[in-house]
């Protein structure tokens, strides 16, 4: 079974610059999940879905961050404008609540460096 | 929001020893996640043990739901072992808050 996508992996922008994530989860997971991770720390979540509804994005910056998952499946995490303090990895996990253990599987996390 | 602390912050061990880390959490929670995420920065769930106890392999966890904390045992450990082990906890999936995790370095 294929794991949790993400693209890109890396991205390099200058700051004031927009940039977007894409994240395609785990086949038949409808709860999909966007976490920051800063160096040295742990992630940090910034939203959560159920099916399309985001259900918990207390700690998303809505006056510069957006998400979108349309159809229930794959999800856009984006940034306008970024701001130097926005660099950080940006994991992408799903799970499924139909399992009894709502384990969460990760991607490999896109890699944002704002100049 | 939920506390979450781990300990200890680093721990270097040489090759086939044990290790025990732990997770101390604020809060009673009904979801407890135990992952490690490699040098590459992939993170690998490795227990979900909101009580009782698991054993997978060389590793094992137990939680103690009532006083609040959980253990992650590493037995014989190899050096792709290293890594970075991360704590996460919550209520259902709602608000899973990690904690700042434990670097172990494992030496040949």
């Known amino acids: 079974e294929a794991g949790v996508v993400q693209s890109p992996r890396y991205k390099i922008i200058e700051k004031k610059q927009p940039v977007a994530f894409w994240c395609n989860p785990i086949?038949?997971?409808?709860?999909l999940y966007w976490y920051r991770q800063n160096l040295g720390q742990g992630p940090e979540l910034l939203i959560r879905?159920?099916?399309?509804?985001?259900?918990?994005d207390s700690q998303l910056p809505k006056d510069r961050f957006s998400a979108e998952r349309l159809k229930g499946v794959d999800s856009t995490l984006k940034i306008q404008p970024a701001e130097l303090g926005d660099s950080a990895v940006y994991l992408c996990?799903?799970?499924?609540?139909?399992?009894?253990?709502?384990?969460?599987?990760f991607g490999p996390g896109t890699r944002l460096l704002v100049l | 929001g939920i506390q979450v602390e781990q300990s200890p912050p680093d721990l270097i061990l040489q090759e086939g020893a044990n290790s025990t880390l732990r997770c101390n959490f604020s809060?009673?929670?009904?979801?407890l996640q135990w992952f490690h995420q490699n040098p590459w920065g992939q993170l690998i769930n490795l227990f979900y043990i909101p009580s009782g106890t698991k054993q997978n392999g060389r590793l094992s966890a137990t939680t103690v739901a009532t006083e609040r904390y959980s253990l992650l045992y590493i037995s014989s450990s190899q050096t792709t072992d290293s890594g970075v082990y991360f704590c996460a906890v919550g209520e259902n999936n709602n608000d899973m808050r990690f904690g700042a995790g434990t670097r172990l370095t494992v030496k040949p």
């Open positions: 996990a799903s799970s499924s609540t139909t399992n009894r253990e709502e384990t969460q599987y």
């Open positions: 086949s038949g997971h409808n709860t």
């Open positions: 879905y159920e099916n399309e509804e985001a259900v918990d």
């Open positions: 809060d009673s929670v009904n979801n």
